[in-house]
T-cell receptor
Framework: NAGVTQTPKFQVLKTGQSMTLQCAQDMNHNSMYWYRQDPGMGLRLIYYSASEGTTDKGEVPNGYNVSRLNKREFSLRLESAAPSQTSVYFC????????????FGSGTRLTVV | LAKTTQPISMDSYEGQEVNITCSHNNIATNDYITWYQQFPSQGPRFIIQGYKTKVTNEVASLFIPADRKSSTLSLPRVSLSDTAVYYCLVGDRAAGNKLTFGGGTRVLVKP
């Protein structure tokens, strides 16, 4: 049982380049989330998907787009990367109901130069 | 979303009990209190969740007073491997709910 898998683990982009961060969960969770964490800071919510077919903005959505491809997969796209988007990106999923606990992936460390 | 306030950092020694208090004055009736642990270069990990009174699991205890405006995470007999950042989150458990992470409490366990 892999939980939440994120790819890639590391990425370096040049300013203006685009890329997609992939996230997949195998726990049959309904909700999925993308957070970013800057050095020494807490996590900030970028976008989330309460259920398959829906997406909503979080605290810091500017410069990002998301796609909930199916129940398992939730991708995050940077259309034109900027140095301010240098961060560690975490994907998380949650079943909904029950204990409400989030399961996080191991993160993608992105550097924009 | 209820705002939470935690100490920025705490130091402790191996074998001691660590108590981290989180304030959440605006907690709503449907909100639960959840604590996460994060090690460097890893995603946060669920530790414990509670609604009121006391909850205990194999890792920690969570104390919540009757007014629920604060909560205390208790880590018994910490070891060096408990050095991490601990986050207190407040929110309901409805499907699709989003949680807001604050700055967390950086706990350093010394030998």
């Amino acid at each position: 049982n892999a939980g939440v898998t994120q790819t890639p683990k590391f990425q370096v982009l040049k300013t203006g380049q685009s890329m997609t961060l992939q996230c997949a969960q195998d726990m049959n969770h309904n909700s999925m989330y993308w957070y970013r964490q800057d050095p020494g800071m807490g996590l900030r919510l970028i976008y989330y998907s309460a259920s398959e077919g829906t997406t909503d903005k979080g605290e810091v959505p500017n410069g990002y787009n998301v796609s909930r491809l199916n129940k398992r997969e939730f991708s995050l796209r940077l259309e034109s990367a900027a140095p301010s988007q240098t961060s560690v990106y975490f994907c998380a999923s949650r079943r909904g109901g029950g204990d409400g606990g989030y399961t996080f992936g191991s993160g993608t460390r992105l550097t924009v130069v | 979303l209820a705002k939470t306030t935690q100490p920025i950092s705490m130091d402790s020694y191996e074998g001691q009990e660590v108590n981290i208090t989180c304030s959440h004055n605006n907690i709503a009736t449907n909100d639960y209190i959840t604590w996460y642990q994060q090690f460097p270069s890893q995603g946060p990990r669920f530790i414990i969740q509670g609604y009121k009174t006391k909850v205990t699991n194999e890792v920690a205890s969570l104390f919540i007073p009757a007014d629920r405006k604060s909560s205390t995470l208790s880590l018994p007999r910490v070891s060096l491997s408990d050095t991490a950042v601990y986050y207190c989150l407040v929110g309901d458990r409805a499907a699709g709910n989003k949680l807001t992470f604050g700055g967390g409490t950086r706990v350093l366990v010394k030998p």
